[in-house]
């Protein structure tokens, strides 16, 4: 059995869960020995790629220019519709929803993981936005098979696009930090108190609410927000900042190494999203096992993943997310707590369960 991926998320992500989620079952493919794999992306910077072993070329990854993702997006999706047109697999996994593969893949079976429901459900009226959500409501559609990486994605799916139940199968993520005594290359300067945050900061990511809920005890405890990913901050997001005089309490690091964002995790008070939505949440995981407690909103797929091991406050509240955070600070004892259980969930969730589950679905379409 030859499994193909194609270039999409890896021409899009140099870091993200999407990219690094395909790159764990990629890599486990290839260390099982068992099955075959290609992936049709000719050139890419993607970090995980890169880390494994995995990419072909690096694409100027030093150098930054207008049209440089628009430029690779062409080159690899020429590259990977030649790659479909010669057939030389059994099942197409697709790693995003552009369809253009849709009249070179003939009668081969193809395997569609979706990683949440954004796009339904905090609809934006953009061309964009509008053209993503045709690609993912077709794509979905004329699935072979669907993987949700929740049973609150998988319920999404079925609610907003009437897919039968038994065309889905729930595969989790798995935790990349499960042996975090190995990680030690760090170099970052860290304050002493820290919350940390992850990812994206724009809409129902809800970093807002977040900093206007905490600014206060963020300047009279002396803690610092430590930002990471979800580029520099913005003029929006710098105006808000200092406007709450919490300019010096906020630190960005747009990009990190994994052994960077290992650090920032063991040595953080907890773990903060106040995200509105999340299809699963691989930071969650992170943070678990890194031993640093975790601080949740209590919506869609976070109860899922992190259990009893999380405090939980409403997203929409502002005294809710205050009260969350200040719990942390207030008790040791339940920080230890947090710590203890969140070492016990993660072990539920390992990228080897990811694999199996997802070789179950090749194997049903053989």
């Known amino acids: 059995m030859k499994i193909l991926y194609d270039y999409q998320t890896f ?9 690094r989620y395909f790159t764990e079952v990629i890599k486990l493919l290839r260390d099982k020995g068992n099955h075959n794999y290609d992936i049709s992306s000719l050139i890419s910077n993607n970090y995980y790629l890169n880390k494994n072993g995995l990419n072909r070329y690096k694409f100027l990854p030093k150098l930054n220019f207008k049209g440089k993702r628009k430029l690779m997006r062409i080159v ?21 929803y552009d369809p253009y593969f849709s009249d070179v893949l003939g009668k081969k079976p193809y395997v569609i993981t979706v990683h949440d429901l954004i796009e339904e459900i905090f609809k934006k009226d953009s061309s964009r936005h509008v053209k993503i959500r045709n690609q993912m409501r077709k794509l979905i559609a004329n699935a072979n098979h669907i993987i949700a990486i929740s049973n609150n994605t998988k319920q999404d799916i079925i609610k907003y696009y009437g897919i039968f139940s038994d065309k889905i199968t729930v595969s989790y993520h798995g935790s990349p930090f499960m042996n975090i005594n190995a990680i030690t290359e760090c170099n970052l300067k860290l304050p002493k ?4 945050f992850v990812g994206n900061r724009n809409g129902y990511k809800n970093f807002h609410n977040l ?48 052994d960077e964002l290992v650090t920032l995790y063991k040595n953080s008070i907890a773990f903060i999203s106040p995200s509105k939505y999340e299809g699963f949440g691989i930071p969650t995981l992170e943070a678990m096992s890194c031993n640093c407690p975790v601080i949740l909103s209590n919506t869609s797929s976070f109860l899922e993943v992190a259990g009893d091991a999380a405090i939980y406050f409403d997203p929409n509240s502002m005294d809710s997310i205050l009260d969350g955070v200040k719990s942390i600070i207030q008790s040791r004892a339940l920080r230890e707590d947090l710590i203890r259980k969140g070492t016990e969930r993660v072990k539920l969730f390992t990228w080897e369960n990811t694999y199996l589950k997802t070789l179950e679905v090749y194997k049903k379409l053989i």
Not at 193 to 196: A, E, M, Q
Not at 251 to 257: D, E, Q, S
């Open 11 to 19: 021409t899009e992500q140099n870091f993200g869960g999407i990219s």
């Open 76 to 96: 690899n999706k020429n590259y990977s519709r030649a790659v479909i047109k010669e057939q030389e697999f059994d099942i197409f996994h697709p790693t995003y």
């Open 193 to 196: 108190k820290y919350f940390l």
């Open 211 to 258: 900093i206007v809920s905490i600014a206060n005890l963020l300047l009279k405890e002396q803690i610092f927000l430590i930002c990471i990913g979800g580029g520099p901050p913005n003029m929006d997001e710098m105006r808000l900042i200092h406007d709450l005089k919490i300019d010096k309490n906020i630190i960005f690091y747009p990009t990190v190494t994994d």
